[in-house]
């Protein structure tokens, strides 16, 4: 597994999945939404473009500064050498600002500080720092991942840009796969997970995004949990919903000795799954026995 940095709501758990359900019909890969970019990251395939689009600034100059060789071997030596404390975190706190936008840093500085702020806090909801590790296990996991993170950057395009621009620019490429992950609906989102990236999205960015993709010819991956909303607006002959997996909550805050909450993680997609995800992927299995 490369994971580069962790993320509130990553996908690093549908790895395996996503590995059987991108066409390998494709040769244009776009994630609108990047956050971490663990499915990148661990996709078997090699595309023709890769880009990884994020809004949130931090994030936008991790991979950036990683996606360029002539500043990934600095970026790597900083993120390295950071210190694990509630000191760090505390000062990367101050040097975001209130805006989000490392006023008055570089963009090396301004990176490392969204690594801190993202790795060492709580669920890496970026406010609360998380404590429980130690400098030398810190530092040891961060060498092994970062090396070999860099060699999965080649070629990859990352952008800046607001995600309904990139998907209005790919929507109609029939060469291309879209791969969503927004900011879930905060009605289907946990107690106290209201408010937690950097660029959140209200109903109304919602209702926008599903009729921005409704008639697109491309490819698209949508996460989200279930809605009336998104399976209402993406219910056309061309729209295929199902069970992705069923997970524990991972951001989930729960009493010593308890269980989190297990959810089930949907996707939307609109063109005929390939043949092994209808074996792999517990929805899509689920569907064939119900049509056996």
Known sequence: MYNYFSYYGGKSRFVFEMRHLIPRSCNIYVEAFAGSGVLNLNSPLVFDITILNDRDYGIYLLHNLMADKKTQNELITRLTNVEYSQDAFNNALLLQGEDNKFTGLSEMEAAEAKFILLTQSFNSNQKNWAGGDTQNAYNRRLKYNLHSVKQKYSGVTVTNLDAMDLINEYKMNEK?????????????????????????????????????????????VLFGYFSTLYDTALDGKQWNSFVLKRVSKSCEVVQAGNQKTKVEEWVWINYPPPESAQFYIPGLREQRKSLA
């Open 176 to 220: 291309a796969i879209l791969v969503l992950d927004p900011p879930y609906l905060h009605r289907v989102r946990g107690k106290g997970a209201t408010n937690v990236y950097k660029c959140e999205m209200n109903d109304e960015q919602h209702k926008k995004l599903l009729n921005l993709i409704n008639d697109a010819k491309c490819k698209i």
